[in-house]
């Protein structure tokens, strides 16, 4: 298992770096400083390496949510926790990955999808009713529209046609879309507590 882990750390940092269709068998396997036949011996393609990889990223990712939610102070103070998580995730993702996973990797994409529409949409869903009892958020929020549209906005960050990746870094883009969310969402309450955490200071 050991030399399974290295080629998927190694896999995964390529892919993430240089986007999944640009990454080769025989770039792998010379990041590893390893022969082709031993990469083989291990996995028969590159895309059980992208499935396995992907796979393994989104069960870290789960346990990593999991743990920021239980440590939030409030559904704020979640969100920006998050967000603090998000500009580490994806500020240097490479800008084609979601276009590479539905184009080329069928199986890989399903995970992704499956891990967006059930364990995203729940946590946001989660999220946003917290806030509403903690009188953070509106209580008049369609909770379930707008959970659609906080998941939308996170593939919609990665789209290079709205966002095109040598004007907009992944980080700016995430972290703009995120606080125009909160702002949207939130109460009076929410507000200030917002611009607490944002070091900002608006005249009443």
């Not at 979640?78 to 990797?105: A, C, R």
């Not at 700016?172 to 606080?179: F, G, I, P, Q, T």
Request: charge should be negative; include cysteine; charged fraction near 25%.
């Amino acid at each position: 298992m050991e030399i399974k882990d290295r080629i998927l750390n190694h896999a995964q940092q390529l892919f993430m770096r240089n986007g999944i269709k640009s990454v080769s068998m025989d770039d792998i396997a010379a990041d590893l400083a390893m022969s082709k036949k031993t990469l083989y011996k291990w996995f028969e393609n590159k895309d059980q390496i992208v499935e396995a990889s992907m796979s393994r990223h989104l069960d870290s990712t789960q346990h990593e949510c999991k743990s920021m939610i239980e440590d939030a102070t409030s559904a704020i103070d979640e969100l920006f926790q998050m967000l603090t998580w998000i500009k580490q995730e994806f500020g240097n993702v490479h800008p084609s990955i979601f276009y590479d996973l539905k184009k080329f990797h069928a199986g890989t994409w399903q995970l992704w999808q499956a891990h967006k529409n059930e364990f995203i949409l729940t946590q946001i869903v989660v999220n946003l009713r917290r806030g509403i009892t903690e009188g953070l958020f509106r209580a008049d929020l369609d909770v379930d529209v707008l959970a659609r549209l906080r998941l939308a906005q996170i593939e919609l960050q990665f789209d290079p046609d709205l966002f095109p990746p040598r004007e907009f870094a992944n980080e700016r883009v995430s972290v703009a879309l995120l606080e125009h969310f909160m702002l949207g969402v939130a109460t009076l309450k929410g507000h200030k507590l917002i611009n607490q955490y944002r070091h900002v200071i608006e005249e009443e």
